[in-house]
């Protein structure tokens, strides 16, 4: 079990590298196809993007096909598109294969994560979730890196490290990942989409994307946020990135398993508060080395504590329509993404270099209330109840006594369960 989950999430990381590395090639990108490096960066955007566009659309169309299949189909044409991108002569070639690229993301990343949740009992469906999304977390911290430093001198060559990513899952996949679970007799297309009417669907959907708007603000910019402490030097810039990577790591490790032992509610509300106390504080922090280091400890480690229980929260709502929820997650963050360049471009011009992060405080609180909100339960003859360890909120019987709510309102992972 722990191979396939690990295959799986080699799958996430060349999906995670493939999306944030660009940021350390956009000059080669722009030197070497004659456009601007504001134009280069459209293509993170236009990745984004189609992620977000395609993620829910693929889930749907793609509903009836065997989950072996579909993960090995979405690997081929992530794997095929960064192929494409490696060689495209031309800029606008290059944006065409971007699309194409995420693509393959947006039809892989949801269906491992479904996938993750068949492979292991329910009580450790929160850890399988964390060891997938592991596959993102430690692409920044060490495939963005390595990335980085072969396309030093050729891009080209990133684009082949993340060619190899994908066929390495791929090839893993194919001997390793058989025996799954068949789907579910899959609903029509209106039936797919009738969660999307639930406003805790809309709700939670809405924490992710304002919640990794916060979290990307200060991330895009964080050389921009950290300058008083790093004076511009290279060196120090890497180590803060470094310990922020490591960091986002061991908050996926531990948002795993806070998640199975005490909830979604408490990780949402816990973590997110955590980040936001991290964002408001950067202004102060940065102005020395251990300040600004502290707070690369800090505000990753709870940001990504936060990512593992969002989507395990969305698709605990409707657990029968959980592939389409966690696809949504992964549409709503991908949003997130690609909004946070323009808000963080903007908060700069407003704020200044030294205060844009407050922007991500404010916007870390509004996901903090949002998730408040999307946790909350209704209880039987008034009043409201929350989201615990095992997921359940009593409601009163007849005999007066407490019972455990229905499951399809559980945000624990034998809610989730259910979905697969």
Same mark, same amino acid.
């Given at each position: 079990m722990r191979l396939r989950l690990l295959l799986?999430?080699?799958?996430?990381?060349?999906?995670?590298?493939?999306?944030?590395?660009?940021?350390?090639?956009?000059?080669?990108?722009?030197?070497?196809?004659?456009?601007?490096? @504001?134009a280069a960066g459209q293509m993170v955007t236009v990745f984004a993007l189609s992620y977000a566009v395609l993620a829910p659309v693929l889930a749907t169309a793609a509903a009836r096909w065997p989950r072996r299949r579909l993960l090995l189909t979405a690997l081929t044409v992530f794997t095929v598109a960064n192929a494409l991108s490696a060689v495209a002569p031309t800029y606008p070639i290059l944006l065409a294969t971007r699309v194409l690229?995420?693509?393959?993301?947006?039809?892989?990343?949801?269906?491992?994560?479904?996938?993750?949740?068949?492979?292991?009992? @329910?009580?450790?469906?929160?850890?399988?979730?964390?060891?997938?999304?592991? !596959?993102?977390?430690?692409?920044?911290?060490?495939?963005?890196?390595?990335?980085?430093?072969?396309?030093?001198?050729?891009?080209?060559?990133?684009?082949?490290?993340?060619?190899?990513?994908?066929?390495?899952?791929?090839?893993?996949?194919?001997?390793?990942?058989?025996?799954?679970?068949?789907?579910?007799?899959?609903?029509?297309?209106?039936?797919?989409?009738?969660?999307?009417?639930?406003?805790?669907?809309?709700?939670?959907?809405?924490?992710?994307l304002v919640f990794f708007l916060a979290l990307n603000v200060?991330?895009?910019?964080?050389?921009?946020?950290?300058?008083?402490?790093? &004076?511009?030097?290279?060196?120090?810039?890497?180590?803060?990135?470094?310990?922020?990577?490591v960091t986002s790591v061991a908050g996926n490790w531990l &948002?795993?398993?806070?998640?199975?032992?005490?909830?979604?509610?408490?990780?949402?509300?816990?973590?997110?508060?955590?980040?936001?106390?991290?964002?408001?504080?950067?202004?102060?922090?940065?102005?020395?080395?251990?300040?600004?280091?502290?707070?690369a400890g800090v505000a990753p480690l709870a940001g990504w504590a936060v990512a593992v229980a969002l989507p395990h929260h969305l698709a605990?709502?409707?657990?029968?329509?959980?592939?389409?929820?966690?696809?949504?997650?992964?549409?709503?963050?991908?949003?997130?993404?690609?909004?946070?360049? !323009?808000v963080g471009s903007l908060a700069l011009t407003v704020l200044g270099a030294h205060w844009f992060p407050l922007v991500s405080t404010v916007l870390a609180l509004v996901a903090v209330s949002l998730g408040a909100v999307s946790t909350r339960r209704r209880v039987s003859g008034g009043g409201a109840g929350t989201d615990g360890p095992g997921g359940t909120t009593p409601i009163a019987t007849s005999s007066g006594t407490a019972a455990p709510a229905p499951a399809r309102a559980a945000d624990s992972p034998q809610g989730v369960a259910q979905a697969y």
């Open positions: 799986l999430a080699l799958g996430t990381f060349a999906v995670g590298t493939d999306s944030m590395v660009m940021a350390g090639i956009l000059g080669l990108v722009a030197r070497d196809l004659d456009v601007s490096v @504001p690229a995420a693509a393959g993301a947006a039809l892989y990343t949801p269906t491992a994560n479904a996938v993750a949740t068949t492979l292991v009992p @329910p009580e450790r469906r929160g850890r399988a979730l964390a060891t997938v999304l592991g !596959g993102m977390t430690v692409a920044t911290a060490l495939g963005v890196p390595l990335g980085t430093y072969l396309g030093r001198t050729d891009w080209r060559l990133t684009m082949w490290l993340v060619v190899a990513l994908g066929a390495a899952a791929f090839l893993g996949l194919a001997l390793l990942l058989r025996d799954l679970p068949a789907p579910a007799a899959a609903p029509d297309l209106r039936a797919r989409l009738a969660p999307l009417r639930n406003r805790r669907v809309l709700v939670a959907a809405a924490t992710t200060v991330y895009i910019y964080l050389g921009t946020a950290v300058r008083p402490a790093t &004076g511009g030097d290279a060196g120090r810039l890497s180590l803060v990135m470094l310990v922020s990577g &948002g795993g398993r806070a998640v199975d032992r005490f909830g979604v509610r408490v990780v949402l509300l816990a973590g997110g508060s955590a980040a936001a106390a991290a964002f408001l504080a950067l202004p102060w922090a940065s102005a020395t080395m251990t300040g600004a280091l502290l707070y605990s709502i409707e657990p029968s329509s959980a592939p389409l929820l966690i696809s949504l997650n992964s549409s709503a963050l991908y949003l997130g993404v690609a909004a946070a360049g !323009g």
